[in-house]
Every structure is written in structure tokens, then in C-alpha cells.
């Protein structure tokens, strides 16, 4: 069955350092998504992306923050100068149309700031 | 922040048992509703949705009720087997809307 993968699995990273997280979608579907997971707590919205554009974002996805298709089937999520509250696990999704269908995750990169 | 070391409902079932996990959602305009499982270390895994235009949707082992009246959303797992052992969320989505709004979720623990 197709999934959705993400890397790296765990990344570290210097408080004020850049970071990119890397997503693959499922290869027929057009919604892309990114979510965070500070531990212990709830899967939170952070963007989504569709034709090449953000369709919608969320309060916590400041100037910091940016997403980028590069190509036809790569999708990353970069964080620009990074704070020790950035450390969470980060969630890639996507769906394939517009209606209401499923967000299929990712397993995740846990991204941890010194 | 006021989810800071947000406390997981639990529920432990013994196996074999059935299990019902319980969600309640506050936006009225919510219309699609998505139940996840997360096992430790893992993404959500989608286990069934339902549209706000059913209140009963049903899969293998697992029913989805939906009561759009108080707001609530509950999942049952039949025959409950020690891989049902997760964290399970609700999500909720409004129509126009990318965005996926989580519930707390719900730690089930399988007894073998």
C-alpha cells in the first residue's frame, strides 16, 4: 500500500541553525499538509499546499517557516532559524482530491534543537 | 502553554473484549470526521471516517457513531486483539477547510 515517507527520522539541530524536513507523498495525490506534535501533547496544524501554493496555515506558522514542492514528488518543510521550542515531531500528509477523503501521514521527523 | 503535559484518557480492555473510545467535537460547521491510530514512534494511521451526513459508518472490527446533536463522535473496536493496544484520535474538519483539527486522543491498553 502507498505511504507516505519521510527523513530523516530523527534530526538535531543547533538552536538558531537552519532545517529542512524532507516528505515524499503518496504519488497520486494533490493536498500536501504539515503537522507538529510537541511530546505529549495533540497533532497540530501547521500548512497546507495545493497547485503549488499554501492554501491555509496556521498561527504558528510565522516567517520562520516555508514550504516548497521542488519537484514532482518531493515536498519539505524548512525552519529558518530555529528556536528550542521547534523541538516536536513533525508530520508530513496528503489526500488525493478535494473532497472529504482521508490525510494520510507520514511516520514522522522528530526534530530536536540544543 | 495549557496543553503542557496534556493527561491521555485511558481505557484498558481485556482481549477479546469489545472497546468503545469517545470524542467530543465543539465546531458545529464541522463535517468530516476522521479516527486515527498512533502507535508509539508512528504517524496517525487513518482507521475510518465518516461524513456529518451519516451517524454510522462500519469497517472491519471498527464502527464509527457520529451524534451531531450533543457533538459526538465515538469508535468501537470489536474483538479487540493486543495490536489494538494505541493512542487513538478523533479529528475533525470543516467543509471549505484544509485543516485537520486533533482531538486530545485516548490511550487503549489490550490485557492479553
Known amino acids: 500500500e502507498p505511504e507516505v515517507t519521510q527523513t530523516p527520522s530523527h534530526q538535531v539541530t543547533q538552536m538558531g541553525q537552519e532545517v529542512i524536513l524532507r516528505c515524499v507523498p503518496i504519488?497520486?495525490?494533490?493536498?500536501f499538509y504539515w503537522y507538529r506534535q510537541i511530546l505529549g501533547q495533540k497533532v497540530e496544524f501547521l500548512v497546507s499546499?495545493?497547485?503549488?501554493?499554501?492554501?491555509?496555515k496556521s498561527e504558528i506558522f510565522d516567517d520562520q517557516f516555508s514550504v516548497e514542492r521542488p519537484d514532482g514528488s518531493n515536498f519539505t518543510l524548512k525552519i529558518r532559524s530555529t528556536k528550542l521550542e521547534d523541538s516536536a515531531m513533525y508530520f508530513c500528509?496528503?489526500?488525493?482530491?478535494?473532497?472529504?477523503?482521508?490525510?494520510?501521514f507520514g511516520d514522522g521527523t522528530r526534530l530536536s534543537i540544543l | 502553554g495549557e496543553n503542557v503535559g496534556l493527561h491521555l484518557p485511558t481505557l484498558s480492555v481485556q482481549e477479546g473484549d469489545n472497546s468503545i473510545i469517545n470524542c467530543a467535537y465543539s465546531?458545529?460547521?464541522?463535517?468530516?470526521f476522521i479516527w486515527y491510530k498512533q502507535e508509539s514512534g508512528k504517524g496517525p494511521q487513518f482507521i475510518i471516517d465518516?461524513?456529518?451526513?451519516?451517524d454510522k459508518r462500519q469497517g472491519q472490527r471498527v464502527t464509527v457513531l457520529l451524534n451531531k446533536t450533543v457533538k459526538h463522535l465515538s469508535l468501537q473496536i470489536a474483538a479487540t486483539q493486543p495490536g489494538d493496544s494505541a493512542v487513538y484520535f478523533c479529528?475533525?474538519?470543516?467543509?471549505?477547510?484544509?485543516?485537520?483539527?486533533f482531538g486530545t486522543g485516548t490511550r487503549l491498553t489490550i490485557i492479553p
Open positions: 465546531n458545529s460547521a464541522s463535517d468530516y
Open positions: 479529528a475533525e474538519i470543516s467543509f471549505g477547510n484544509e485543516k485537520l483539527t
Open positions: 499546499f495545493y497547485n503549488n501554493e499554501i492554501s491555509e
Open positions: 504519488s497520486n495525490h494533490l493536498y
Open positions: 465518516i461524513r456529518s451526513n451519516m
Open positions: 500528509a496528503s489526500k488525493r482530491g478535494v473532497s472529504n477523503q482521508p490525510q494520510h
